[in-house]
């Protein structure tokens, strides 16, 4: 009996350390979007911070230097976004796609000297999980409790409706949403620094595999809602770790069809909600995507 209680305790530690980084990239996206603004670049984003978290992590062999830094490397992607769409208005969508390209190129370049290398990883702080865990959960309850019970949340909230309207009494929407982006990519990047100094401590070119896409599943899924964030976020990490455990188990299927169970979950959780949760669709900021024109 003790055998099988460790057996799923340690399942659990690994689910929810498989979805930290979705935990931590989807909460800086979904306070993105509460301002209004569209980030398709969160893949870019993590990428970046998980090499220059790494590169400052093996380099000064401190994790917590690393994790700081590659939050750093995630709000710096964000700001070029930010300066691009909302100074310059540019295309959201377009701009977001090419954060991406650029992330995974620049990560690529910068990590090539860091091929090989190993990092010591981040040290256990409470019940076998490391502080960047704790420190996501944490998160996502300071994002609730700012979003719902503070003026400031509000206010965020406000412009991520209406635009104009917040404009119109006062309230400066750009300088609101180049927070908001910040904010969102300096937590994509710390999300990308959690994959390589603590669930697999070392760097791999194109590590996040994906995971910046799901980050963005993760908002529309959780309706823009802060705690559905960590459900979302766990039930796809427990599908990834199925699909590992069952390559592992040898079952008779292709592995590259096992790969695809996570993107294939996500294709259906989004068609599923666009079909289906009509709420969930109405919950979505309404100024979401909009070019905000100050003079208009």
């Given at each position: 009996?003790?055998?099988?209680?460790?057996?799923?305790?340690?399942?659990?530690?690994?689910?929810?350390?498989?979805?930290?980084?979705?935990?931590?990239?989807?909460?800086?996206e979904?306070?993105?979007?509460?301002?209004?603004?569209?980030?398709?670049?969160?893949?870019?984003?993590?990428?970046?911070?998980?090499?220059?978290?790494?590169?400052?992590g093996?380099?000064?062999?401190?994790?917590?230097?690393?994790?700081?830094?590659?939050?750093?490397?995630g709000?710096?992607?964000?700001?070029?976004?930010?300066?691009?769409?909302?100074?310059?208005?540019?295309?959201?969508?377009?701009?977001?796609?090419?954060?991406?390209?650029?992330?995974?190129?620049?990560?690529?370049?910068?990590?090539?000297?860091?091929?090989?290398?190993?990092?010591?990883?981040?040290?256990?702080?409470?019940?076998?999980?490391?502080?960047?865990?704790?420190?996501?959960?944490?998160?996502?309850?300071?994002?609730?409790?700012f979003?719902?019970?503070?003026?400031?949340?509000?206010?965020?909230?406000?412009?991520?409706?209406?635009?104009?309207a917040?404009?119109?009494?006062?309230?400066?929407?750009?300088?609101?949403?180049?927070?908001?982006?910040?904010?969102?990519?300096?937590?994509?990047?710390?999300g990308?620094?959690?994959l390589?100094?603590?669930?697999?401590?070392?760097?791999?070119?194109?590590?996040?595999?994906?995971?910046?896409?799901?980050a963005?599943?993760?908002?529309?899924?959780?309706?823009?809602?802060p705690?559905?964030?960590?459900?979302?976020?766990?039930?796809?990490?427990?599908?990834?770790?199925?699909?590992?455990?069952?390559?592992?188990?040898?079952?008779?299927?292709?592995?590259?069809?096992?790969?695809?169970?996570?993107?294939?979950?996500?294709?259906?959780?989004?068609?599923?909600?666009?079909?289906?949760a009509?709420?969930?669709?109405?919950n979505?900021?309404?100024s979401?995507?909009?070019?905000?024109h100050?003079s208009?």
């Amino acid at each position: 009996m003790n055998a099988d209680w460790a057996l799923v305790a340690s399942g659990l530690l690994t689910i929810v350390t498989a979805a930290t980084p979705l935990v931590l990239a989807s909460t800086g996206e979904l306070v993105a979007e509460k301002s209004g603004v569209l980030n398709l670049g969160v893949e870019g984003m993590m990428v970046v911070g998980a090499i220059v978290a790494f590169m400052v992590g093996v380099e000064t062999g401190n994790g917590a230097l690393g994790a700081l830094a590659g939050a750093a490397a995630g709000a710096a992607m964000s700001l070029l976004f930010a300066v691009l769409t909302l100074t310059l208005l540019a295309n959201q969508v377009a701009t977001g796609l090419a954060l991406t390209l650029f992330g995974l190129g620049l990560s690529a370049l910068l990590g090539r000297p860091y091929v090989g290398a190993v990092f010591v990883g981040l040290p256990d702080l409470w019940l076998g999980l490391d502080p960047l865990v704790w420190l996501s959960l944490a998160l996502v309850a300071g994002v609730a409790w700012f979003l719902q019970f503070t003026r400031a949340g509000l206010i965020l909230r406000a412009v991520g409706e209406n635009h104009q309207a917040a404009h119109d009494i006062g309230y400066p929407v750009i300088a609101i949403r180049y927070g908001a982006v910040a904010f969102g990519g300096a937590l994509s990047g710390l999300g990308g620094a959690y994959l390589s100094l603590a669930y697999t401590p070392l760097w791999i070119e194109n590590m996040t595999a994906g995971r910046g896409w799901i980050a963005l599943a993760l908002v529309v899924f959780a309706a823009w809602r802060p705690w559905r964030v960590i459900v979302g976020a766990y039930l796809f990490g427990g599908i990834t770790i199925i699909q590992l455990h069952a390559q592992g188990a040898g079952l008779p299927l292709p592995p590259q069809l096992l790969s695809m169970l996570p993107y294939v979950v996500t294709i259906v959780v989004l068609a599923a909600i666009s079909r289906g949760a009509v709420r969930g669709r109405l919950n979505a900021p309404a100024s979401l995507g909009k070019v905000f024109h100050a003079s208009g």
